[in-house]
């Protein structure tokens, strides 16, 4: 009798370890597997979406916010750890960026915090941001602040290059734009040098430099210029005194009012959102009122010029939902995904708001640029910023500003799931799916460590 307990206890041990192994070897339940090493978004506490059509900044929510979430764990017990830092959704997804070891992030602040204790600030009254956050994630379960310095005034972009030593901060015009359109910070040990300013070829004072992005593999700056607007590219060198930028292959004209440029990971390609937002195109005070939104390709180097340089043409163009402010590739290259806002700035109240926000998917050709629209996913969510796939290109991570529901407090990271069809072979589903990790409201950057 005793040998038989002794066997049936062995048993049953080694069925709770083989359960055990099973259970670490998946982040989620049968059918979700999201892979990666981190999450880290931004949250800017400070206003309502609405804010953007009638300028009330609303009640605050909490504070801003760096929001890091680890992805080694089973799904259901992911939560996003935080710590405070200034930051501001006034612009382009772009004020966040992490060093692609994952050690160190950076935050910029477009625009300052809100005075504590007033209720009756207007978003015109908040200060011009100056403040540059750098977050120690060696520790994801308890970043830390590294440095905080004050660097020139409405920073609108920040990017690092691919081995993490540069960092390059762009200026809205009607900060230190006009003098100071480009910064370019060494990092070393999480900590920022004194600012570099190199001139920018051919560049036109009082533009403005929306968007800047650092190739995969190489010192080569995208330069997104929001006013003509064009896409160009620099080489950045450092020789140690100094930071020179010299150009890259001709400009390209691109579309109204772009937002962010992605390089496809094999380098091949420049990926560009347009919002068509604005008066210039939809007349004045009808801002949320635009034409639907466009994704361009381009093919970098697709040609030589008789001297050397390389020729980049636009290859293709694709039309996405309202408003795609947020702009991914997946890892493998086959697919594009924007965030649209659609109508969902407007307060609840509002006539005008219609209760959904949307997700456009595309496919890529990422050796020549080629584009194919697959379809728009709408969504119960509000100003989604940005959406990152995971490593196996099968899942996305989509930040939600906050909710419909007033009574509902906070913003959260909502989990997708790309499906592609066994017994369709051309049909593929954007699914959202029943994950989702709360946030600080105001969630709007975010990027994934691999």
């Not at 049953?12 to 880290?40: I, M, N, T």
Request: charged letters at 20%.
């Amino acid at each position: 009798m005793k040998l038989v307990n002794l066997m049936n206890c062995a048993a049953w041990l080694l069925f709770a370890a083989a359960f055990a192994v099973v259970g670490q070897e998946s982040a989620a339940a049968p059918g979700f597997d999201f892979k990666g090493r981190l999450l880290v978004s931004v949250s800017d506490a400070d206003m309502v979406p609405s804010a953007y059509i009638d300028g009330n900044l609303g009640a605050v929510d909490g504070a801003d916010a760096l929001s890091v979430i680890r992805l080694d764990r089973p799904l259901r017990e992911l939560k996003a750890i935080e710590i405070p830092a200034s930051n501001s959704v006034t612009g382009p997804p772009s004020s966040l960026a992490v060093t692609p070891n994952g050690k160190y992030a950076v935050v910029i602040e477009t625009l300052g915090q809100r005075t504590a204790g007033r209720s009756d600030q207007k978003l015109k009254d908040l200060p011009l941001g100056r403040t540059i956050t750098v977050v120690d994630l060696s520790n994801p379960d308890r970043p830390r602040v590294s440095q905080q310095i004050e660097g020139f005034r409405q920073p609108i972009a920040v990017a690092i290059n691919y081995n993490g030593t540069l960092v390059a901060v762009s200026y809205r015009p009607g900060g230190d734009g006009k003098t100071t359109p480009l910064a370019v910070y060494r990092l070393q040990n999480g900590k920022l040098s004194a600012p570099l300013v190199p001139q920018i070829p051919g560049w036109t004072a009082g533009d403005s430099l929306s968007h800047v992005e650092f190739h995969p593999t190489e010192n080569i700056l995208a330069l997104v210029n929001e006013t003509k607007p064009t896409l160009s590219f620099v080489r950045v060198s450092d020789n140690g005194s100094g930071i020179t930028l010299a150009p890259w292959g001709n400009t390209i004209q691109i579309e109204f009012n772009p937002f962010q440029m992605r390089f496809t990971p094999n380098g091949r390609c420049a990926i560009i959102n347009s919002a068509y937002t604005g008066a210039a195109i939809t007349g004045p005070g009808s801002y949320f009122f635009s034409p639907r939104g466009s994704v361009q390709s381009i093919r970098l180097a697709a040609d030589t010029a008789a001297d050397g340089t390389p020729i980049h043409r636009m290859i293709a163009r694709a039309s996405t939902g309202f408003i795609p402010e947020g702009l991914n590739i997946s890892p493998d290259g086959r697919w594009i995904v924007t965030t649209n806002l659609e109508n969902s700035t407007f307060a609840p109240n509002d006539p005008r708001q219609e209760f959904f926000s949307s997700l456009t998917l595309l496919r890529l050709d990422s050796e020549n640029g080629f584009l194919n629209r697959v379809g728009d996913f709408a969504f119960d969510g509000v100003l989604p910023e940005t959406a990152v796939f995971d490593n196996s290109s099968r899942y996305l991570a989509v930040t939600n500003f906050t909710d419909f529901d007033q009574q509902q407090k906070g913003g959260s990271i909502d989990f997708w799931r790309l499906v592609e069809s066994r017994t369709e072979p051309q049909r593929v589903e954007l699914v959202k799916t029943n994950y989702s990790v709360p946030v600080t409201r105001g969630v709007h950057t975010m990027k994934i460590v691999r």
